[in-house]
Structures are given as structure tokens and as C-alpha cells.
């Protein structure tokens, strides 16, 4: 059975940081890559950060580039997502969701993505 475990979230303060963690089991990184989302109230979905398999850049959304980073330790099944220079706009549910390794030109397109985590909540306070 396939599970992601994202953990890390909380409570912080506008220009702090966070780091989120997302647990992955019963998948090898060597088969699937792993993606960052996030979901505000009253938002649609939003794709962060994963994993270009076409050419194996990082992808970042313009919202977060130069503020998040995204990492992985494959020994542990763990990828992470540093969180830097928090906004209140930043305040969403975060989630990680796993997609079978292809090559595409996008690692962003949320309806390629197999399996998904319960999410974990971030605030920023102003």
C-alpha cells in the first residue's frame, strides 16, 4: 500500500520558516517522483515544486521561487520542502503527491499524479 506522510506544518510568523517533510512507503523513488502542492480557502489546488524527469531541472511556481527548495534523501523515502521568507499568502494546506517517472515536458500537471497525502496545514501570521 502506497502512503505519503507529509508533516512539518504549523504556525508561523510572516519572514520565518518552515520545512515540510513528506514520508514516502510502499514506492521506490526509482519509479516514481514526488510533488509539492498546496490548497488556500476558497483556492483551487496549486502546483510548487517537483522534479522535471524531461530534464531533471526543479520546477518551482513563480509564487514560491527564490523562497522554497525542494529536496529529497532517497535512503530515507523522504522528500522535504524548505520553506524561507513566509508570506500569510503562503497560509494553505500542503500536500505531496507521487506520480510514475515519465518523460514529459511538466512535472506540475496535478491529474498525472497517482497517489496524494492527507496534507498538513501552514499558517502565517502577519
Known amino acids: 500500500e502506497v502512503q505519503l506522510v507529509e508533516s512539518g506544518g504549523g504556525l508561523a510568523e510572516t519572514g520565518g520558516s518552515l520545512r515540510l517533510s513528506c514520508a514516502a512507503s510502499g514506492l521506490s523513488f526509482d519509479n516514481y517522483a514526488i510533488g509539492w502542492f498546496r490548497q488556500a480557502p476558497g483556492k483551487e489546488r496549486e502546483g510548487l515544486s517537483c522534479?522535471?524527469?524531461?530534464?531533471?531541472?526543479?520546477y518551482y511556481a513563480d509564487s514560491v521561487k527564490g523562497r522554497f527548495t525542494f529536496s529529497s534523501d532517497n535512503a530515507k523515502n523522504t522528500v522535504y520542502l524548505q520553506m524561507d521568507s513566509l508570506k500569510p499568502e503562503d497560509t494553505a494546506v500542503y500536500y505531496c503527491?507521487?506520480?510514475?517517472?515519465?518523460?514529459?515536458?511538466?512535472?506540475?500537471?496535478?491529474?498525472?499524479?497517482?497517489?496524494w497525502g492527507q496534507g498538513t496545514q501552514v499558517t502565517v501570521s502577519s
Open positions: 503527491a507521487a506520480r510514475v517517472k515519465r518523460d514529459r515536458p511538466s512535472c506540475i500537471l496535478q491529474f498525472e499524479y497517482d497517489y
Open positions: 522534479i522535471n524527469t524531461h530534464d531533471w531541472n526543479t
